[in-house]
């Protein structure tokens, strides 16, 4: 059997939520989770629940001064600091303390990190990069286990980019993005799933741990390759919206002449591209002071080889 070698069983696993302080599914569970971790409780491990971004959450807004979830970079986790420094940059050097530091042999195993977007994005795994065999399983475990998610994977990082993210802190980690959801709203569905999502992850987990082999799989991703920015009148400001066709069209394709934007004049701008390209993200809320109308992501098959943990070796 073709397959990566094995790797140990996975003992420390965390469950962030308030990276984004108004993104409120992660916010709210973690929070319960402080008062009482059984849900998070397995054989094997237990997850231990973490409010990235307490100073946010309390004001809930995204973030303090920076977004936190942009800080986990080297130049900010490995240099020394200073006093007058950003609060996000802080936290996220302490939260690489506890939970890292990345790339060491004392990093958590698994970071679950839980996101929500005013996009249409339904059910989002978020990854660093493709070939991350541990992620992709556990992904391909939610797909399996919960088809009525219908769960699509998102990969981040672009060609030549760099980590920056909080799950990036732990061996192996993973981005929940569930929308549509407005910032600072809970949405009970939505609140429903993330719990499902969370539960069904550590469920596989404690498999991995008691020996369970999983088998090689194919599977699409959807590989970030760029953005589309808002149109801009010759003052800086805004001059059209996404055009009402697009909007909560995310994963979908948009074809070369499809409206992309609608001016305030009312005159459609359309997609000119050559070729067609899944928008996503799109009109997300965020992204707005970054002026992001949508991301682009390509869509890519992938082999995955099976997975298997030492322990199968010692177990009967
Ligand atoms: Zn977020």
């Known amino acids: ?27 709210t569970l973690v929070k319960h989770w402080l008062r009482d971790s059984t849900e998070l409780l397995r054989d094997t491990f237990t997850a231990v629940p973490l409010l990235a971004n307490p100073k946010a959450t309390e004001k809930c807004v995204r973030y303090n001064e920076m977004d936190l979830n942009r800080c986990f970079t080297r130049d900010i986790l490995f240099s020394s ?17 506890v939970f890292g530091p990345r790339g ?26 493709a ?13 399996t286990h919960l088809p009525n998610f219908n769960p699509r994977i998102y990969v981040y990082m672009e060609h030549g980019s760099e980590l920056y993210d909080l799950a990036s802190v732990g061996k192996a980690g993973i981005g929940f993005e569930l929308g549509p959801q407005p910032q600072g709203v809970v949405r ?12 069904v992850t550590l ?25 589309v920015e808002f149109p801009l009148s010759s003052d800086g400001e805004v001059s059209a919206v996404v055009h009402p066709s697009l909007q909560d069209q995310d994963f979908s394709l948009l074809r070369p002449g499809d409206p992309m934007f609608l001016s305030l004049d009312d005159k459609i701008i359309p997609y000119a591209g050559d070729k067609p390209i899944y928008p996503v993200f799109i009109n997300e809320a965020a992204y707005y002071e970054k002026n992001i109308a949508f991301i682009v992501v390509e869509k890519i098959q992938l082999s995955v080889p099976a997975l298997s943990s030492t322990s199968q070796k010692v177990a009967s």
């Open 81 to 97: 600091g200073s006093q007058d420094e950003p609060y996000e940059v802080k936290r996220a050097r302490e939260i690489n303390r």
């Open 203 to 227: 469920d596989f987990i404690n498999q991995f741990n008691q020996g369970m082999e999983f088998p090689a799989f194919e599977a699409d991703v959807y590989q970030r390759v760029g953005h």
């Open 1 to 27: 059997m073709s397959g990566t070698a094995p790797i140990k069983p996975l003992r420390l696993v965390a469950v962030a939520g308030g990276t984004h302080g108004n993104e409120m599914s992660g916010v």
């Open 188 to 199: 009970g569905d939505l609140l429903q799933s993330m719990k499902t999502l969370v539960k």
């Open 131 to 143: 070939h991350k065999p541990l992620e992709m399983h556990v992904c391909h475990y939610i797909q």
């Open 104 to 129: 060491s042999m004392n990093a958590y195993d698994m970071i679950l990190d839980l996101h929500n977007t005013t996009s249409n994005m339904g059910i989002c795994l978020i990854i660093s990069e």
